[in-house]
């Protein structure tokens, strides 16, 4: 059904049929018997597909990659697709408007996304409050999504500034979400990729470590790197997982590389998804897993528009994929037929 009308959908501009679709998605999951049947319609359950990871357990390993539910809006409607996991954000401790529009472009040619979307969010204090009435409305029994929060900074925060802002948001989300990503890696926040530097990186995720800790609880923490870092800088990240000791790493965000782009849009600026992606991820991946020898787990992320596409990023040594453009171009049937592939592997 999603392929018959994505020619139409895609006439139209990109944002506003985001906002279009989940809204009436919302609204179909609200109708007697709406959530069952997109359950029956998309879901895969089988026990054979439950991960277990950095200490918690995942229903399957296809998640929703940060971007597409900025606002912890989307949390059950998402789990009734068949994803395993859901990561909100990236949201800032205040709202923002982001850059101004238009600032997403479709590539169709590439099977790509170009976004500038600047980190447009409500604010922590909703998306914590939004997961929290997530939490809350589950039945008797019914096992809650895992939610991962990932967390960035203002605008107008300057980079000297940025760990007080990742702290706003790391404390505001502690009690709600079950693991944390700190994005530094956006291209779409002026300065935002400094933070990437081994010793600012350091004294930020150290910093978040000494304060994981509530009550006795903590929460995995993962760093999402760009795809655009050396190999002397991935040794680096290597290198600072060790140290900190956080959790694993979500490989990789957009890219600022515009290579052997044949489509309409390929000029605009911003972070760019999709198929072009796919090989360099997954090189990423193999590269961390391999200078690592596998010391902590990755999350595969970039390019993923086929179930062949996940199981590459699984073999190269992901224990967990995430989908964003790839959801958007092949509709959510591609979450089953990944779930299914790896059901028959």
């Known amino acids: 059904m999603y392929q018959l009308l994505k020619p139409l959908l895609f006439q139209f501009d990109p944002e506003n049929v985001h906002y279009f679709v989940t809204r009436n998605l919302k609204r179909f999951n609200r109708f007697p018997g709406g959530a069952s049947l997109s359950k029956a319609i998309w879901g895969t359950d089988d026990k054979r597909l439950e991960r277990e990871v950095f200490g918690l357990k995942f229903k399957n390993p296809v998640g929703l990659a940060a971007g597409f539910d900025k606002n912890a809006e989307l949390i059950s409607e998402m789990g009734n697709l068949g994803f395993g996991f859901i990561e909100v954000g990236t949201v800032t401790p205040l709202p923002q408007p982001g850059n101004p529009k238009p600032r997403m472009f479709r590539l169709p040619a590439d099977a790509a996304l170009i976004n500038r979307m ?195 990023k699984l073999a190269a040594g992901a224990s967990l994929v995430q989908l964003y453009t790839g959801f958007i171009y092949e509709g959510p049937g591609l979450i089953g037929r990944i779930n299914k592939r790896i059901l028959q592997s």
């Open 118 to 312: 600047g980190f447009n969010n409500l604010g922590v204090d909703v998306a914590a409050e939004r997961i929290a009435a997530y939490r809350k409305s589950l039945k008797p029994g019914q096992q809650a999504l895992i939610v991962g929060g990932n967390i960035g900074k203002n605008k107008v925060t300057p980079n000297e500034d940025a760990v007080s802002d990742y702290i706003k948001c790391f404390d505001r989300l502690f009690d709600v979400v079950d693991y944390f990503v700190v994005n530094v890696s956006s291209p779409n926040t002026p300065g935002l990729r400094e933070l990437q530097e081994k010793e600012p990186l350091m004294n930020l995720l150290n910093t978040l470590q000494q304060r994981n800790n509530k009550d006795g609880v903590s929460r995995p923490i993962l760093l999402k790197i760009a795809p655009d870092l050396t190999n002397e800088q991935l040794n680096d990240i290597a290198d600072i997982v060790k140290q900190t000791s956080i959790a694993g790493i979500i490989a990789t965000n957009t890219t600022i590389s515009r290579e052997s782009l044949t489509s309409q849009h390929k000029g605009e600026t911003g972070g760019l998804s999709g198929k072009p992606l796919t090989k360099r991820s997954t090189e990423v991946i193999a590269y961390l897993h391999k200078a690592s020898g596998g010391a902590f787990p990755i999350i595969g992320v970039g390019g993923i528009h086929s179930a062949e596409d996940a199981m590459e």
